[in-house]
């Protein structure tokens, strides 16, 4: 019997060059905004880049390389080695110098407190099993005005739809595990002491066959995906916009927050 842990890192590091390509993960208007965010923490102006910036669960290094050019250091992080390899591969073919990479994840992270001007993470928080404890270390080693990006894919205000939504991908990719709906995130980001400033979302459309192909869901799971989806109640058909293959539409938010005011206790 396997750990969580164990079986992140054996979905992903089999499978981080189709990451790379990948074109839900390569592109996106998640993936420009949060760019812009990004230059905007940077603190750019016609002087060389002087900020830092750590991106948690990097996967494949997107939202590294989309920030890298404001930055004179970005950390691109992961527990699994392999995705970490196709970061370095491709930040050398990017001449991007600036991106480093460590093995590790986001409720353990490395580093002193106060050590980043952006600490920013993308479609990865589904897979955190300590996500509170995560938060509160994106917190710990971020500077005082610095600032904290969070994108994921979101779960559904609603329970049914919310229930039908975590249920395929669970079947799709034993690693998920929780799409966090908007109040969740609100929540969780209160508690572990951000103020959020903006949040913004897409619509995400998840063409079935590369979104099961991409985690090698086995035949039998794809089947029981597609008998959940075919027999859904109408509710959950609108709330998901299942279409007839199985594709499907969620969202994509972004959060952008910064360290909450602390107040002296009197
Ligand atoms: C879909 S990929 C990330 C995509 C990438 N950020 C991008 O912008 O394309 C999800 C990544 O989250 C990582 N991950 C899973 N659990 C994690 C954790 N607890 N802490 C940090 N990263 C984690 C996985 O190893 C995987 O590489």
Do not use: N
Not at 15 to 36: I, K
Not at 91 to 113: K, M, N, S, W, Y
Not at 126 to 152: C, F, N, Q, Y
Not at 156 to 169: K, N
């Amino acid at each position: 019997m396997s750990t969580h842990e164990q079986t992140v890192l054996a979905q992903f590091d089999a499978q981080a060059r189709a990451y790379l390509t990948s074109a839900v993960h390569a592109q996106g208007p998640d993936l420009v905004r949060a760019q812009e965010l990004a230059r905007h923490a940077a603190g750019q102006t016609a002087a060389a880049p002087a900020a830092a910036a750590l991106d948690v669960g990097c996967g494949a290094g997107h939202l590294s390389f989309a920030i890298a050019p404001d930055f004179a250091r970005v950390v691109a992080l992961d527990p699994a080695p392999g995705m970490l390899a196709v970061v370095r591969d491709a930040a050398a073919a990017r001449h991007l110098p600036q991106i480093e990479t460590v093995e590790a994840a986001g409720d353990r992270l490395p580093f002193a407190d106060e050590s980043f001007d952006l600490v920013c993470s993308r479609k990865s928080a589904h897979h955190w099993r300590r996500i509170e404890a995560a938060l509160r270390e994106m917190r710990r080693v971020l500077k005082p005005g610095g600032h904290l990006l969070m994108i994921d894919t979101e779960g559904e205000e609603d329970p049914l739809a919310d229930t039908h939504l975590q249920t395929i991908e669970l079947l799709r990719d034993r690693s998920h595990v929780r799409s966090h709906a908007p109040r969740q995130w609100q929540a969780m980001l209160a508690a572990a002491g951000f103020t959020v400033t903006a949040h913004e979302t897409w619509p995400l459309r998840l063409e079935f066959a590369s979104w099961v192909e991409r985690m090698r869901t086995p035949p039998d799971a794809v089947a029981m995906i597609r008998r959940l989806q075919t027999e859904a109640p109408a509710e959950v058909r609108q709330a998901l916009g299942y279409e007839e293959d199985g594709s499907f539409t969620i969202r994509t938010g972004l959060y952008w927050a910064s360290p909450a005011q602390e107040f002296p206790c009197i």
